[in-house]
Antibody, heavy 119, light 110 residues
Framework: QITLNESGPTLVKPTQTLTLTCTFS??????????VGWIRQPPGKALEWLAL???????RYSPSLKSRLTVTKDTSKNQVVLTMTNVDPVDTATYYC???????????WGQGTLVTVSS | SYVLTQPPSVSVAPGQTARVPCGGN??????VHWYQQKPGQAPVLVVY???DRPSGIVERFSGSRSGNTATLTISRVEAGDEADYYC?????????????FGGGTKLTVL
């Protein structure tokens, strides 16, 4: 059974860097074809894809946020870390990580973590 | 970049069939995936690769494509199907590719 769990701060000040960790079980990021994605959802709004990291360390980013995002993996800990620099109140959202494969769908998802950006 | 267009809302009576459209240019060349999100919960994959269902998803959920529109069909709608539904594709933009989500459709069961 695959499970994912997001963790990180619930409140971040504007201009700071946000670091979120996705800890997973039930699969390994050393296996071919496997990846982890990050998706966010502002309150009351739609899903927005942020980033992907694959088993071979290939990385993809949303073009609109690429300059602010970095995704890394620690296969020994079964963790994926997303960092977002220079946050703004518009970055307030629930952030999800999800299991992903080269067939391009997310399944399953973590429960999400709400991050509020406010001074 | 590629855009997926969904109506903000769809309403259906219990027992009827709900159809949630997702429009995109040349969507027929892409595999479409669908997610259900109930209030306060994480999204759940209900259809992948146009018309396949993950384990545990009932047969009432199905998908199709025609022209520039993909459609999620929910047969014999139940009150528990009330949720937001999102379509998703992979698009090869900027020569690297990435994930595209539709804007979501709120399904209301009357």
């Amino acid at each position: 059974q695959i499970t994912l769990n997001e963790s990180g701060p619930t409140l971040v000040k504007p201009t700071q860097t946000l670091t979120l960790t996705c800890t997973f079980s039930g699969f390994s990021l050393t296996n071919g074809g496997v990846g982890v994605g990050w998706i966010r959802q502002p309150p009351g709004k739609a899903l927005e894809w942020l980033a992907l990291i694959y088993w071979d360390d290939d990385k993809r980013y949303s073009p609109s946020l690429k300059s602010r995002l970095t995704v890394t993996k620690d296969t020994s800990k079964n963790q994926v870390v997303l960092t977002m620099t220079n946050v703004d109140p518009v970055d307030t959202a629930t952030y999800y990580c999800a299991h992903y494969t080269t067939v391009h769908w997310f399944h399953p998802w973590g429960q999400g973590t709400l991050v509020t950006v406010s001074s | 970049s590629y855009v997926l267009t969904q109506p903000p809302s769809v309403s259906v009576a219990p027992g009827q069939t709900a159809r949630v459209p997702c429009g995109g240019n040349n969507i027929g060349s892409k595999s479409v995936h669908w997610y259900q999100q109930k209030p306060g919960q994480a999204p759940v994959l209900v259809v992948y690769d146009d018309n396949d269902r993950p384990s545990g998803i009932v047969e009432r959920f199905s998908g199709s494509r025609s022209g520039n529109t993909a459609t999620l069909t929910i047969s014999r709608v139940e009150a528990g199907d009330e949720a937001d539904y999102y379509c998703q594709v992979w698009d090869n933009f900027y020569s690297q590719g990435g994930v595209i989500f539709g804007g979501g459709t709120k399904l209301t069961v009357l």
